[in-house]
């Protein structure tokens, strides 16, 4: 039987991919919050990684000291969490809103602690995390970020020390853009729980006598669920909204690590 002999640079060049790779799937959200690594992980990294070599890999032109894989492997690993940036910016947002609806809701005091990450997350945060993430894989989200791994070894190609100039300022600019769709996604609820907001002030200033903690307390809740049944049908356009920008997001970024 005739021993396979892959071309010098292959391992080489399949360890980058497999670190472009690493890098997506451990740092977005969609696979999983945690960054530590599991059997699922490891798996899906080292299929997605071959399919993706398989399609379109080339082994290394020249052998690259130890010095110099490492600087190949760190572009990788921050085109890698670029990608993945952009879809952690999205969950901030979709949290930004729930943050501050479970504050107005006086929510935060019911807080739990998120086994995923370990910090407290008020629950209005958890459901609209949990509709933006379902939503998003009813939506194929998980075909848009694999095809924007692919698309990056095609407008990235492995092999190049360099770091592009204009990504900073790039996920600068989409971690405030992606900031202001979170306000523009609970700005119905937040307006609502304004109002209210004025009115248990005027209630404080025309009865005195009235414990005003109690009923403000009991008067937010009770408006901030029934203001997130009336405008449960805006959902599905905000999270539109943010789809379109998180695609928008990913094709700003390729476009910069590509020029």
Do not use: C, W
């Not at 924007?148 to 990504?167: C, K, M, N, W």
């Amino acid at each position: 039987m005739n021993d396979i002999v892959l071309p010098p640079g292959t391992l080489a060049a399949f360890g980058l991919y497999l670190v472009r790779t690493s890098a997506l799937v451990l740092a977005s959200p969609f696979f999983g919050a945690a960054t530590n690594f599991s059997g699922v992980k490891i798996g899906l990294i080292a299929v997605v990684s071959m399919a993706l070599y398989a399609s379109h890999g080339v082994p290394l032109e020249s052998a690259a000291s130890p010095l110099a894989f490492g600087a190949l492997a760190m572009r990788e690993v921050l085109i890698g969490l670029a990608l993945a940036f952009v879809m952690q910016a999205a969950v901030l947002a979709v949290r930004v809103a729930g943050e501050m609806v479970g504050q107005e809701m006086a929510f935060t005091m019911a807080s739990v602690v998120d086994p995923a990450s370990g910090v407290n997350t008020p629950l209005i945060t958890q459901l609209y995390e949990g509709l933006f993430l379902l939503g998003l894989l009813a939506a194929d989200g998980h075909h848009l970020l694999l095809r924007a791994l692919s698309d990056s070894f095609e407008r990235a190609p492995i092999g190049h020390v360099g770091i592009e100039s204009g990504l900073a300022h790039g996920v600068m600019q989409l971690f405030s853009d992606m900031f202001a769709a979170g306000i523009t996604f609970a700005a119905p609820v937040l307006s609502l729980l304004f109002l209210t907001s004025l009115l248990i002030g005027l209630l404080a200033r025309a009865v005195p006598s009235l414990n005003i903690l109690e009923v403000g307390f009991s008067l937010r809740i009770l408006t901030g669920l029934v203001a997130l049944l009336v405008f449960a049908p805006l959902i599905g356009p905000a999270l539109d909204h943010l789809y379109g920008a998180m695609a928008t997001g990913l094709d700003d970024v390729l476009g910069i690590i590509g020029s």
